[in-house]
């Protein structure tokens, strides 16, 4: 019996999940088969092969999975993200790092069926820096990879060490042992900053307060917003995000010299956002009622990410700037989802 082989996307049904099914099983050439502790919305499991429904610290479901499928690529989106993860600490750690751990070790036993890498995506976050405060925080400005990488959320330590552990897989595994380990993950990860979808809202991150803010006034709906106006992070439409991790799939190996790369797109202050929101829809009621210990997580994030490497490895570019995104992609597709 040949097993057939797939693409494997944990977190399916969560915001990048959306995105980046419907564009593997546009481009058509690839299988998915997804996991997620939820059924997926019917749309997207329409374009799956199988969908797993589960935990992935579920051993006898990850067995399972691959007794039927040879899994050639995977994209681990599952995290308990990073306000969701400081109410849970403890449950956030084996989530995101014990679970992303069983992953590289599924992808390490599945290349040995092939004798080829399999590739293994992670999306970290801008919530691996840790700016200590505002005043350096401006002084900062873009930062690069190696700077300021000390995260004050649980989140955030735990992308970065799985990072780390990427890194460790894909070039050191059993260094000491006699004979190089012929079985190989290729480990290649993105540093995204706030995302921002126009078909799903987020839930759990500390980002969140602007595509909140987005979703209310599209729905009519008064919000709160728990950042002060002044408060900086960099942002980044859906589409693009997804089409990130696409060009980094496909980027030759040789041509990546890092295994982590910062993206961004954007970076504008809540208030600004608010003022784009009501170009829009010149009815939104947004208000600003900052929540201090939100507004601590989000002051140690950095104004804007340096991508200069992801740009000259894998020739990273966003489609959509901040105008943009708003015009052609957010506002069109939000008033179609709420009309
Ligand atoms: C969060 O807010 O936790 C996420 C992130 C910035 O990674 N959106």
New binding site residues.
Partial sequence: MVRKQVVLVTGANGEIGHGLIERISQEGDKDIIALDLVPLDEELARRCQEVFVGSILDTQLTERIVSRYEITEIYHLAAL???RAEFAPETAHQVNVDGTMGLMQLALEQSSWSGQPVKFLFPS???VYGLPDLETKARAGKVKEYEWIAPTTM?GCN?LYCEALGRYFSRYYRQLAAEKDQRTVDFRSIR????ISAVTV?S?????FAPEMLHAAAKGESYACFVREDTAIPFMAMPDAVDGLLRLSAAPQQDLKHSVYNITAFSLTAGEFAAKVREHFPSAQIRFEPDLKRQAIVDS?PVDTDDSAAREDWGFAPVYDVDSAFAEYLVPAIRRRYA
């Fill in positions: 993200l990073s306000t976050s801008i919530a989140y992308k995204f900053p706030g995302l987020p759990g991150g500390t980002s969140d994030w």
